[in-house]
């Protein structure tokens, strides 16, 4: 979570991205239905609207985040273990569609979906650190200096868990980013030919960039905005939070 007088460049350039995210994910959720001029798809159209009702909640939440202002009050109402729930169903639901109609993209929206639970787990696991080193300095204070170094250690031994399970999915972000920009270069769809149910697949060049504009946004935007969650394992992360 960021402010305008810590972070300035961090958070307009996270509402940026999680702002597009949702206006195209909106608009092809539509377009699934068979609205905006679009015809409905003719396979999997029920799998498509569920997928991209997946890929809109995604959207609303990442951007939710961006704004401390913002967050506070959203997870007061819906707490970190339920949206832990949420995503984990629907990371669930993209590994099915991955194997139902198998594609790269398929694999790359399930660790999309994998890297956000692990985000909100990564969240929840440090605040819970965070209360309980607390915890330790007040029970040092009151014991007169007492050597809490093993309960330290310890605490910093799962700090270092936390990050180092979210190194392969970081990276599956990049990937992910990456690809959404060739998308955007070459106006190709991710996987010509092949019907998807991750998603709804481009019909023009048009669509091609703004589907591959779509996916780096979300890729680079959830690489930026977990980047401090990496930063016990590498500190150097901490810095991209201008």
């Known amino acids: ?21 949702l206006l195209w994910t909106v ?11 679009a ?20 959207s609303l939440v990442m951007l939710t985040m961006v704004a401390r202002s913002w967050w506070t009050p959203f997870s007061d109402a819906l707490t970190e273990p339920a949206l832990i729930a949420i995503f984990g169903a629907a990371t669930l639901w993209m ?24 985000h909100l787990s990564a969240m929840a696991s440090m605040s819970s650190m965070a209360g309980s080193m607390s915890s330790s300095h007040s029970s040092m204070g009151s014991m007169g200096g007492h050597d809490m ?66 996916d780096a946004a979300m890729g680079f935007g959830m690489f930026w905005m977990s980047a401090g969650l990496m930063a016990p394992l590498l500190p150097f992360m901490a810095h991209l939070h201008p």
């Open 149 to 214: 170094s093993g309960q330290m250690g310890g605490q910093m031994s799962g700090l270092t868990l936390v990050t180092g399970i979210g190194l392969p999915l970081m990276a599956a972000l990049l990937i992910l980013g990456i690809s959404g920009l060739v998308r955007v270069i070459t106006a190709r769809a991710p996987h010509p030919g092949t019907a998807s149910c991750c998603h709804v697949a481009p019909t023009s060049r048009a669509t091609a960039r703004f589907s591959g504009l779509t």
């Open 39 to 58: 015809d409905r798809p003719a396979q999997g159209a029920w799998a498509i609207t569920v997928s991209q009702c997946c890929h809109v909640v995604m």
């Open 1 to 21: 979570m960021f402010t305008l007088s810590g972070n300035p460049v961090t958070l307009v350039g996270l509402l940026v991205l999680f702002g597009w995210c």
């Open 27 to 37: 608009r092809d959720l539509l377009a699934s239905f068979g609205l905006l001029g």
């Open 95 to 118: 590994a099915a569609m991955a194997v139902w109609r198998v594609s790269w993209l398929a694999v790359g929206h399930t660790l999309m979906f994998g890297a956000m639970v692990w």
